[in-house]
């Protein structure tokens, strides 16, 4: 499962190009028509959310706030959800949108909700 396909990033990639496979276990790899510059913004509150999610746990608080972050930035980035591999573009866009635009509110609610502070 695991090769070096020749793809053009939309519908139709081979498995091999949907997954990446780590110790026998299969992840769904990002949508690869991201715009470079979407695409860090996703990462950059994935994590953030992941290292909130540690500072929460280490202090003994709920992680679910700093959770919220991570499963936005996969479902934007095409991890989660609906696979990116089914979405025409318009999907795509609209998932990626949607996702960018309820990270920046989490942002605007909580300015360091993703850091392990805030609420």
């Avoid at 992840?27 to 994590?47: E, N, T, Y």
């Avoid at 992680?63 to 591999?85: F, I, M, S, T, Y």
Wanted: hydrophobic fraction near 30%.
């Amino acid at each position: 499962m695991t090769g070096s396909g020749s793809g053009t990033g939309g519908p139709g990639k081979g498995e091999d190009e949907r997954w990446l496979v780590v110790d026998g276990r299969r992840w769904r790899r990002q949508d690869p028509s991201l715009p470079a510059d979407v695409a860090a913004r996703l990462l950059s509150h994935l994590g953030r959310g992941r290292s909130g999610v540690r500072a929460l746990r280490r202090r003994g608080d709920d992680p679910a706030p700093a959770r919220r972050r991570v499963d936005l930035a996969k479902h934007g980035l095409g991890e989660r959800g609906d696979p990116w591999w089914e979405q025409d573009e318009q999907q795509r866009r609209e998932r990626w949108e949607l996702a960018l635009r309820e990270l920046d509110a989490l942002d605007d609610a909580e300015p360091d909700a993703g850091e392990g502070g805030g609420a």
